[in-house]
């Protein structure tokens, strides 16, 4: 089992910037992808971007590419999702997401994992 917790949400301004963090823990060495998604009121879950666990590849969606970056710290078993230039559209329910061996996926049935979300809304 793996375990996430996310923190950092909040509301900010249109143009500002927020840093999530998720912190993992239970079977890390078992993670392969580590993915962020997220869920406006009434809409499917979105896919925002991955990272792989061990080599730090990224991979963004490109409503977000740019202006989000997804990093890591294996040490201490988190991972960071710093949101910039931020938009209205930007407000959702952000989660970490982490899979075990498919792999980078935008498809959000290939994550085993997922914390509880956490709010971030943007005002215009």
């Known amino acids: 089992q793996v375990q996430l917790v996310e923190s950092g949400g909040g509301l900010v301004q249109a143009g500002g910037s927020l840093r999530l963090s998720c912190a993992a823990s239970g079977r890390t060495f078992s993670v392969d992808t580590m993915a962020w998604f997220r869920q406006a009121p009434g809409k499917e879950h979105e896919f925002v971007g991955t990272i792989s666990w061990w080599h730090g590849n990224t991979y963004y969606a490109d409503s977000v590419k740019g202006r989000f970056t997804i990093s890591r710290d294996n040490a201490k078993n988190m991972v960071y999702l710093q949101m910039n230039s931020l938009k209205p559209e930007d407000t959702a329910v952000y989660y970490c997401?982490?899979?075990?061996?498919?792999?980078?996926?935008?498809?959000?049935?290939?994550?085993?994992?997922w914390g509880q979300g956490t709010q971030v809304t943007v005002s215009s």
């Open positions: 997401t982490a899979n075990l061996n498919r792999g980078p996926s935008v498809v959000r049935s290939d994550y085993d994992y």
